[in-house]
Antibody
Framework: QITLKESGPTLVKPTQTLTLTCTFS??????????VGWIRQPPGQALEWLGT???????RYRPSLKSRLTITKDTSKNQVVLIMTNMDPVDTATYFC???????????????WGQGTLVTVSS | DIVMTQSPDSLAVSLGERATINCKSS????????????LAWYQQKPGQPPKLLIY???ARESGVPDRLSGSGSGTDFTLTISSLQAEDVAVYYC?????????FGRGTKLEIK
């Protein structure tokens, strides 16, 4: 059974750096064709993809946020970490991590999601 | 970015009636190697993460009731709930995973009339 869970601070101040951890079970990020992504959702708004890290350490980021984002993985701990610098109140959102996999040569969408963690940016 | 335009923004349907949600992408999501469109539908209830319902535009995820179906190809897609049940009240999002920058629609809020 695949599960993911986000953890980290619920409140950060403007200009601070946010570090969120996604701890997962039921799969390994050493397995070919697997990826973990981060998606956020401001209160009452739509979903916004932030970035994805793949089994081969390939990383893809949202271009508009690329300079502020870093995603890393620790396969020994079954964790993926999201770092977002220079936080602003507009970054207030629920942050989700999610799993996706490749079947043969085609990718499935994110099919397992964590419950999400609400991060508020305020002084 | 591929822009996903959903309509309507909200929808109220009587129990047992049909609900239809539309999604249009700003460019084709058809992947040539398998002739599938990289379009998914998610359902999100308050306080919960999105739940995958449909992928490749029309493939139903395991466990999803068959009253929910997806159709369309290329740039125009539809999610249909053939007979609305109370548990279908939620916000529905379309999502393209064709591009290196995945994007989501703005959501359609489905309520009971």
């Amino acid at each position: 059974q695949i599960t993911l869970k986000e953890s980290g601070p619920t409140l950060v101040k403007p200009t601070q750096t946010l570090t969120l951890t996604c701890t997962f079970s039921g799969f390994s990020l050493n397995t070919k064709g697997v990826g973990v992504g981060w998606i956020r959702q401001p209160p009452g708004q739509a979903l916004e993809w932030l970035g994805t890290i793949y089994w081969d350490d390939d990383k893809r980021y949202r271009p508009s946020l690329k300079s502020r984002l870093t995603i890393t993985k620790d396969t020994s701990k079954n964790q993926v970490v999201l770092i977002m610098t220079n936080m602003d109140p507009v970054d207030t959102a629920t942050y989700f991590c999610a799993y996706r996999r490749r079947l043969d040569i085609v990718w499935r969408p994110f099919d397992y999601w964590g419950q999400g963690t609400l991060v508020t940016v305020s002084s | 970015d591929i822009v996903m335009t959903q309509s309507p923004d909200s929808l109220a349907v009587s129990l047992g009636e049909r609900a239809t949600i539309n999604c249009k992408s700003s460019q084709s999501l058809l992947y040539g190697s398998n002739n599938q469109s990289y379009l998914a539908w998610y359902q999100q209830k308050p306080g919960q993460p999105p739940k995958l319902l449909i992928y490749w535009a029309s493939a139903r995820e395991s466990g999803v009731p068959d009253r929910l179906s997806g159709s369309g190809s290329g740039t125009d897609f539809t999610l249909t709930i053939s007979s609305l049940q109370a548990e279908d009240v939620a916000v529905y999002y379309c999502h393209q995973y064709f591009d290196a920058l995945p994007t989501f629609g703005r959501g359609t809020k489905l309520e009971i009339k």
